[in-house]
């Protein structure tokens, strides 16, 4: 069993940074593929941003943060992180950071298996 405990997240004004992590339980994050999603009240989840084990290397975002947020990991670790610049009013909502063994398509939250508990972002205007 994967264990994901996120931090980081609190209140911050519009064009302020806040950078989130996530630790990991578990002997073999590094063949974890890893991601951020996001929940605002009465809206669905929204992918944020992943990134692939390793030896993949391979990053994807979500359009409403690409240019603004970084996805990284430390394998050694066993930690993942995202970096959120310039931030938006409309970034505001619960985090979520999800991890998935095997192959699975980064953007579909229904493909991962562990999840965390979430943090709360709030950027105030």
């Known amino acids: 069993q994967v264990q994901l405990v996120e931090s980081g997240g609190g209140l911050v004004q519009a064009g302020g940074s806040l950078r989130l992590s996530c630790a990991t339980s578990?002997?073999?994050?590094?063949?974890?593929?890893m991601g951020w999603f996001r929940q605002a009240p009465g809206k669905e989840r929204e992918f944020v941003a992943a990134?692939?084990?390793?030896?993949?290397?391979?990053?994807y975002y979500g359009d409403s943060v690409k240019g603004r947020f970084t996805i990284s990991r430390d394998n050694a670790r066993n930690t993942m992180y995202l970096q959120m610049n310039s931030l938006k009013p409309e970034d505001t909502a619960v985090y979520y950071c999800?991890?998935?063994?095997?192959?699975?398509?980064?953007?579909?939250?229904?493909?991962?298996?562990?999840w965390g508990q979430g943090t709360q972002v709030t950027v105030s205007s």
């Open positions: 990134i692939r084990r390793r030896g993949y290397g391979a990053y």
């Open positions: 578990g002997r073999t994050f590094s063949s974890y593929t």
């Open positions: 999800a991890a998935a063994e095997g192959p699975i398509s980064p953007q579909k939250g229904d493909e991962y298996e562990y």
